[in-house]
């Protein structure tokens, strides 16, 4: 491509004028007014004596589908106003708002349940048997199902009420907490101030171990200075969760996981099964990297600072026009996709302070686009994640022309497609150069990126479990979470690394979400599924159109309907897993392969 890429993102062209426009504001007031209406609406519906009106029902439904889609689109674009710049305290209000409508929403999400889980069984099929009822048939058993188990309606709307001061008001004041976060590092022969984002990238990053050290050891030292406030909040998050499990009577603290991810716990736990049967191949690599570094004493930074490096940078023209002609590689819609997402300025990557840390994909659904929000750093790991971020704009692509009940998906199904498009780019990269270095360090990094899915993200889940059994009976203290870190990480390591990272539950952000129960796992499941649909579709004559009718229905299927109707495979046996492991597999020993003379 000849144009010069613009970095920063377009937001003006969805509302004009960022937080105070009208266009906004008005968004808002309509979705205030709507909600007040469809709660009366549905009033009116349970209180009409006899049966209830099918077509008056539809019409809420179809109602309803406009604002969670207006919802999720006012949430998206406050949290980019954010994003672009954390001393933008006039958002904060907004967000604040935001939250009070969502709570609203779900509330008659509550209320809608109970109405489906009360009809006769005629009315449901007759219900049913309706054309626009077809598309969103599964979200709307779903809601049926949840109406039978859930606690009296009171009850439920009065848990999503205080939630909006409680554990949702947590999660916020851990994110401001976080950003606010300073640590003073030499950088350029003075000290600054940096954030949390920022000293980790050095600790990891930076050539000289003596600065990645001292990085780590700022970092540890600002985190023991803090970590009883953030222990305080991690506990109060959740004791909150704990306590709604308690009133609804779930014994098996994974059962909101699974139904949000909609997953069978026996398909969880096979998954970790085939994980655990692994756990030699990621030792042997960890080994292997210690062996090259010729580091006495290594620490968690060593485990995840590259070994190899690609000795330039990738400028970021480079890596839209690498990125289209590997999306390009697997079908010419996709690659047209990626260039009109660039061109239409969708994705802020420029590198400035102020910022937030992270990446993610915003979804407009009303608008029917996508945003794309990162920092590129002109690194092949930055244009691995614009890759990743862009799967994640294409599938919303595909599901933006789905209702608003069949957008809806489950963590592990949103990473299907981010993981595929990261694959198509990091694979042809390492295919393609004939530099022996440059070839390790992109399996370094490919490997690197697969560890976390597979060995860091189950191990932070394992802690995860053992951190909600300790807070059923009380808080659980700072050191006393840092000792469940080490024990976690001990196992996994197997004792090679001697300094751990015993604070990292305090800057992983996922432990304090509150709509999203135990939030890194499913990050697993979506890796290793799409590892799986990779696999089998990227020599495939027409895979574009299976994958297009796979992420098509990721909002109507579980994970075991989806992997038996397009892999033809049991998700529910470790076969499945072991296959999709395989790719991080043969990373792995051909890395070990490539060192044995260095």
């Keep these: 491509m000849e144009q010069i890429m613009n970095q920063n993102w377009d937001l003006a062209s969805l509302y004009p004028d960022e937080t105070m426009s009208n266009k906004l504001l008005e968004l808002s007031a309509e979705l205030d007014m709507t909600i007040e209406t469809l709660s009366e609406n549905l009033k009116q519906l349970n209180r009409s004596s006899g049966i209830i009106n099918l077509s008056k029902l539809v019409k809420f439904i179809q109602r309803t589908q406009y604002v969670q889609n207006g919802s999720e689109e006012f949430d998206d674009l ?52 309706l054309s626009e009822v077809d598309p969103i048939a599964f979200y709307l058993l779903e809601c049926r199902q949840k109406g039978k188990e859930q606690l009296p309606l009171e009850m439920e709307r009065l848990i999503s009420s205080l939630s909006i001061n409680g554990i949702k008001g947590l999660e916020q004041h851990y994110e401001q907490m976080l950003t606010k976060i300073r640590i003073p590092l030499k950088m350029d022969g003075e000290i600054k101030e940096v954030s949390i984002g920022q000293a980790l990238n050095e600790a990891i990053y930076a050539k000289n171990r003596l600065v990645r050290q001292d990085a780590a050891l700022a970092i540890k030292h600002i985190c023991e200075k803090n970590a009883d406030l953030f222990a305080s909040v991690l506990n109060r998050i959740a004791g ?13 603290l994974l059962k909101e996981l699974c139904l949000q991810n909609r997953i069978m716990d026996e398909t969880l736990q096979t998954m970790l099964t085939s ?49 289209i002609e590997q999306f390009e590689t697997f079908s010419d819609s996709l690659g047209k996709f990626a260039e009109e997402a660039f061109e239409a300025d969708w994705i802020e ?30 690194n092949y790991q930055d244009v691995i994640t614009i890759a990743h971020e862009l799967g994640h704009a294409y599938h919303n692509y595909i599901l933006h022309k789905e209702p608003a009940f069949a957008q809806q998906k489950g963590t592990s199904l949103a990473e299907t497609a981010s993981t595929f498009m990261e694959n198509l780019v990091v694979d042809a990269v ?23 899915y597979v060995g860091t993200i189950p191990n932070m889940f394992k802690f995860e479990q053992e951190f909600y ?32 990272a015993v604070h990292k ?65 049991d998700a529910t046996k470790t076969t499945f897993w072991d296959r999709s492991l395989q790719p991080l597999r043969e990373a792995i020993e051909e890395y070990l392969y490539l060192t044995e003379d260095i």
Aim: include cysteine; proline fraction near 2%.
């Design 430 to 452: 390492i295919k393609q150069t004939t530099s022996k270095e440059e070839k390790l360090a992109l399996l370094e990094m490919k490997i690197s990126n697969g560890l976390k």
């Design 78 to 129: 406050l949290i980019c106003i954010y994003a672009q710049n954390t001393n933008n305290t006039e958002v904060i209000g907004l967000l604040d708002h935001s939250a009070v409508i969502k709570s609203k929403l779900q509330s008659i999400q509550l209320e809608l349940n109970l109405t489906l889980a009360n009809l006769s069984e005629d009315l449901w099929a007759e219900l049913l048997r």
């Design 505 to 569: 539950w305090m800057y992983i952000s996922h432990f304090y979400n509150a709509e999203k129960a135990f939030y890194n796992i499913p990050y697993t499941i979506g890796y290793l599924f799409s590892n799986g649909i990779y696999e089998r579709l990227k020599n495939s004559e027409n895979g574009v159109e299976q994958l297009n009718e796979l992420l098509r229905s990721s909002g109507r299927m579980t994970v075991e309907q989806l992997a038996e109707r397009y892999l033809g495979v």
């Design 349 to 378: 990557t420029e590198n400035r302070p102020s910022k937030a840390e992270g990446g993610f994909c915003a979804s407009f659904p009303l608008s029917k686009q996508s945003r794309i929000f990162l920092t590129y750093r002109e």
């Design 240 to 252: 909150f969760r704990l306590t709604i499990y308690e009133q609804r009577g779930w014994d098996n």
């Design 275 to 323: 994980i655990n049967q692994h756990k030699e191949l990621i030792k042997s690599y960890i080994q292997r990297k210690i062996e090259l570094g010729q580091i006495k004493n290594p620490s968690w930074f060593d485990l995840e600072s590259p070994h190899f490096t690609v000795a330039v940078k990738v400028p970021y023209q480079d890596a839209v026009t690498l990125i």
């Design 469 to 500: 059994e300790k807070r059923k009976a009380n808080v659980v203290t700072a050191e006393e979470i840092n000792t469940l870190i080490s024990k976690a990480e001990n196992e996994l390591y197997d004792g090679l690394i001697e300094d751990l």
